[in-house]
C-alpha cells in the first residue's frame, strides 16, 4: 500500500470519531458505549453458554467414566459369585445383549419422545455406523482367544494394554486429535501400570504349561495379540468418530450393535458346542434368579461405554478400564482381605500420576496468523 493509501485509510478511520464531535451527536458515544457493552455482555453470555455446554459434557464424560471403572471392578467379583460353573456362557452373552437393547430403549423412552431419535433412521445407515466396529470387534476378540494358548501371563497383559497406544495413535490419524509430550509419557505411565495390575507372577508360563517354540510362539501368539490390540484401536475410534464426528445417539448405536452381535451369535451357534449343549440341555440349564445380577450388571457397563466413548473418547474409555483394576484390588481388600501385592503398589502412583498428566497438559494447537 502507498502512503496515499495510508493516509485515506487514517482518514477514514478517524472519520467517526470527528462526527462524535458534532453536537447534535453528544449522546452516541454513551449510547455507542452501552451498545459495546451490550454486544460485549450478549458475547460474554454466548461464550459462557458454550463453555457450559463443554464442562457439562466433560462432566458427564467423568461421571460415566468413574461408573465404568466400578462396573469393570465389580464385574468380576460378581461373575464368580452368581455364574454357576455349569451355565452355558453364550447364553449369558445373549441375555446381556438383550438387557443392553432393553436399556437402551427405556432410556429413551424416559427422555422424550422416540420420533426425533429414530428419524431418518434406515438399516443401511445402521449398518455402516455400527457394523464395522461389531465386525472388527469380532474379529479382535477371535484373535485373544486364539492367542491366549501361546503366550506367557506377563507377555499376554502387556501386548494386550498396548491397545491404548493404538487408540491414540487412531485417534490422531482419523480424528486429528494428537498427543501432547506430557500427555505421551501419561500414556506410557498407563501402559506399564495395566502390564503389572494384569500381571500375576504365580500363574503358569502359559495355559497348558508349556512354552512353545520361538517361531510358533511369534506367529500364533504374539502376532494375532498384536493385530487383535490394533483392531481394539482402530474399533474404538471408529465408534469414537460416529458419535462424536457424525452426532449419532449412543443409545440408538449401543442397541444397533446389540442387535448385530446377537445375530452373530444365533449363527455360530448352529455348529458349535455350546449350541449343542443348549439344545440338549436348554437355555437356562444351571441359571438361577442371582445369575441376572452379573447379567445386568455387564448390560449397564455397555451402556457405559458408549456414553463414555461419546463425551471423552475411547483413550479415556482405555484410562477407565487401567484405573478400574486398581479398583478391584481394592475390593479384593475388602471382600477377601487380600493386600495388594508388589505389582499393584507400584502401579497405584503410576495410574495417578497417567491420570492427572494427561488431563492437566492437553495439546495445544497451534494458531496461525494470516
Known amino acids: 500500500m ?3 493509501g495510508s493516509e485515506s485509510a487514517a482518514a477514514a478511520a478517524a472519520a467517526p470519531h470527528i462526527r462524535q464531535r458534532k453536537p447534535h451527536d453528544q ?6 458505549g452501552k451498545g459495546r457493552e451490550k454486544l460485549a455482555a450478549s458475547g460474554s453470555a454466548k461464550a459462557g453458554g458454550s463453555q457450559t455446554w463443554l ?6 464424560g467423568l461421571i460415566c467414566m468413574a461408573l465404568l471403572a466400578v462396573q469393570y471392578a465389580l464385574q468380576p467379583v ?3 459369585r452368581f455364574i454357576h460353573p455349569a451355565v452355558n456362557k453364550t447364553t449369558v452373552v445373549l441375555v446381556c445383549e438383550l438387557c443392553k437393547i432393553i436399556f437402551a430403549f427405556l432410556i429413551l423412552l424416559v427422555q422424550g419422545p422416540l420420533a426425533p431419535r429414530f428419524a431418518g433412521w434406515s438399516v443401511g445407515d445402521a449398518l455402516l455406523a455400527s457394523a464395522l466396529p461389531a465386525a472388527i470387534y469380532a474379529i479382535q476378540n477371535v484373535l485373544v482367544q486364539s492367542a491366549y494358548p501361546h503366550l506367557d501371563p506377563l507377555t499376554l497383559s502387556m501386548l494386550n494394554q498396548t491397545k491404548l497406544l493404538f487408540t491414540a495413535l487412531f485417534t490422531a490419524l482419523l480424528l486429528g ?11 506410557l505411565c498407563m501402559l506399564v501400570a495395566a502390564v503389572l495390575l494384569s500381571w500375576d507372577p504365580a500363574a503358569a508360563p502359559t495355559p497348558s504349561g508349556e512354552q512353545p517354540p520361538p517361531d510358533r510362539r ?7 495379540m498384536l493385530v487383535a490390540s490394533v483392531l481394539s484401536g482402530l474399533a474404538s475410534t471408529v465408534c469414537q468418530r460416529t458419535l462424536q464426528v457424525r452426532r449419532r445417539d449412543a443409545y440408538v448405536m449401543t442397541m444397533e450393535m446389540s442387535v448385530l452381535g446377537i445375530a452373530v451369535l444365533l449363527l455360530t451357534l448352529a455348529g458349535s458346542d455350546d449350541g449343542a449343549r443348549i439344545r440338549s440341555k436348554g437355555f437356562f440349564h444351571a441359571w438361577e434368579l442371582s445369575t441376572m445380577y452379573p447379567v445386568l450388571l455387564y448390560a449397564a457397563g455397555g451402556i457405559l461405554v458408549g456414553l463414555v466413548t461419546k463425551y471423552v473418547g475411547g483413550l479415556k474409555k482405555g484410562f477407565a478400564i487401567v484405573v478400574a483394576l486398581l479398583v478391584t484390588a481394592v475390593i479384593q481388600l475388602v471382600l477377601d482381605q487380600e493386600w495388594p501385592t508388589g505389582p499393584v503398589v507400584v502401579a497405584m502412583p503410576l495410574v ?3 491420570v492427572l498428566l494427561h488431563s492437566m497438559y492437553p495439546h495445544k494447537q497451534s494458531s496461525k496468523r494470516a
Request: hydrophobic residues 40%; glycine residues 12%; without cysteine.
Open 2 to 4: 502507498d502512503a496515499r
Open 27 to 32: 449522546s452516541t458515544p454513551e449510547a455507542s
Open 55 to 60: 464442562a457439562g459434557d466433560e462432566l458427564k
Open 78 to 80: 460378581v461373575s464368580k
Open 177 to 187: 486429535q494428537r498427543q501432547s509430550g506430557p500427555q505421551v509419557v501419561a500414556l
Open 218 to 224: 511369534f506367529f500364533l501368539g504374539v502376532l494375532p
Open 352 to 354: 495417578a500420576g497417567g
